[in-house]
Antibody
Framework: QVHLMQSGFEVKKPGSSVKVSCKAS????????ITWVRQAPGQGLEWMGG????????IYAQKLQGRVAFTADASTTTVYMELSSLRSDDTAVYYC?????????WGQGAPVTVSS | DIQMTQSPSSLSASVGDSVTLTCRAS??????LNWYQQKPGQAPRPLIH?????QPGVPSRFSGSASPSGTDFTLTISSLQPEDFATYYC?????????FGQGTKVEIK
């Protein structure tokens, strides 16, 4: 069974960093890309990029390049998204999803609020 | 970047109606077009991938199609049910960045 279980709600100060986790089943971790998508309050979906955990291959949205980093821990089948130099417009729900061409399973979302 | 434009932004319909949502790509994306449904407070739910392939468990009242140009796509919901009132997003996965449309909100009339 496919599960993508994400970490919980975070409140961060502007300029700080946040690290969101996405624990995947072993099959998902070993065979699929994990894609990250975020959604600001009342807004649409924004593709952030993805990582193929078994290879460590990553791709980032150019808009976030230099501020975002995806990592993977095979021992816990967990993928991480770290976003640094946080700004108020980074306030959003951050989703991990399985796949690349087709996102067929999604995590429940991790709300991140950036506020002073 | 490929721009995805959805229309209308919102629509009102009644239970039992048939509705058609449109998604236009700024360039040809072949058949790399997906549709997602999202309800408030929930993660997006995959509906259709590759223009017209239904995700397992998605009712057959949902269908997708494309024009020969590879730029115009439609999602049709025949006989709207109460659980279908939601926001629908298209996404192209032809090239990076994988862009989404801005969404179409289907509301109850």
């Amino acid at each position: 069974q496919v599960h993508l279980m994400q970490s919980g709600f975070e409140v961060k100060k502007p300029g700080s960093s946040v690290k969101v986790s996405c624990k995947a089943s072993e099959v998902t971790f070993s065979k699929f890309q994990i894609t990250w998508v975020r959604q600001a309050p009342g807004q649409g979906l924004e593709w952030m990029g993805g990582i193929i955990p078994v290879y460590g291959t990553k791709i980032y949205a150019q808009k976030l390049q230099g501020r975002v980093a995806f990592t993977a821990d095979a021992s816990t089948t967990t993928v991480y998204m770290e976003l640094s130099s946080l700004r108020s417009d980074d306030t959003a729900v951050y989703y991990c999803a399985r796949g690349d061409v087709h996102l067929d399973y999604w995590g429940q979302g991790a709300p991140v609020t950036v506020s002073s | 970047d490929i721009q995805m434009t959805q229309s209308p932004s919102s629509l009102s319909a009644s239970v039992g109606d048939s509705v058609t949502l449109t998604c236009r790509a700024s360039q040809s994306i072949s058949a790399y077009l997906n549709w997602y449904q999202q309800k408030p407070g929930q993660a997006p739910r995959p509906l259709i991938h590759g223009v017209s392939s239904l995700q397992p468990g998605v009712p057959s009242r949902f269908s997708g199609s494309a024009s020969p140009s590879g730029t115009d796509f439609t999602l049709t919901i025949s006989s709207l049910q109460p659980e279908d009132f939601a926001t629908y997003y298209c996404q192209q996965t032809y090239s990076n960045p994988r862009t989404f449309g801005q969404g179409t909100k289907v509301e109850i009339k």
